[in-house]
Nanobody, 120 residues
Framework: QVQLAESGGGLVQPGGSLRLSCAAS????????ASWYRQAPGKERELVAT???????QYADSVKGRFTISRDNGKNTVYLQMNSLAPEDTAVYYC??????????????WGQGTQVTVSS
């Protein structure tokens, strides 16, 4: 069955770093774009970073220069390296994988999320 499993979240002090991992199974991960989203209490889910099947990346303005998305197709895993963390980064972080054809989304998979809390 199709599954995305996030890990690596936790409590970190402001200015600290975390690396999130998302392990995919049950589908051809290397053919999918992969993204990280986050959702804070009372706020809508927002796109944090995306890496395409061709390895191009895009970032939300709020995380540019601090976060890096990468993927290892051999391990069916996408990563989010988060540096210089601030309290406003506190959220549940979700992994997403999407298949596209001619700029149209064909399928869309989601993980269950991992909590990131930035607090002193």
């Amino acid at each position: 069955q199709v599954q995305l499993a996030e890990s690596g979240g936790g409590l970190v002090q402001p200015g600290g770093s975390l690396r999130l991992s998302c392990a995919a199974s049950g589908f051809t991960f290397g053919s999918y774009a992969a993204s990280w989203y986050r959702q804070a209490p009372g706020k809508e889910r927002e796109l944090v970073a995306t890496i395409s099947a061709g390895s191009s990346t895009q970032y939300a303005d709020s995380v540019k220069g601090r976060f890096t998305i990468s993927r290892d197709n051999g391990k069916n895993t996408v990563y989010l390296q988060m540096n210089s963390l601030a309290p406003e980064d506190t959220a549940v972080y979700y992994c997403n994988a999407a298949s596209w054809f001619l700029k149209q989304k064909m399928v869309d998979y989601w993980g269950q999320g991992t909590q990131v809390t930035v607090s002193s």
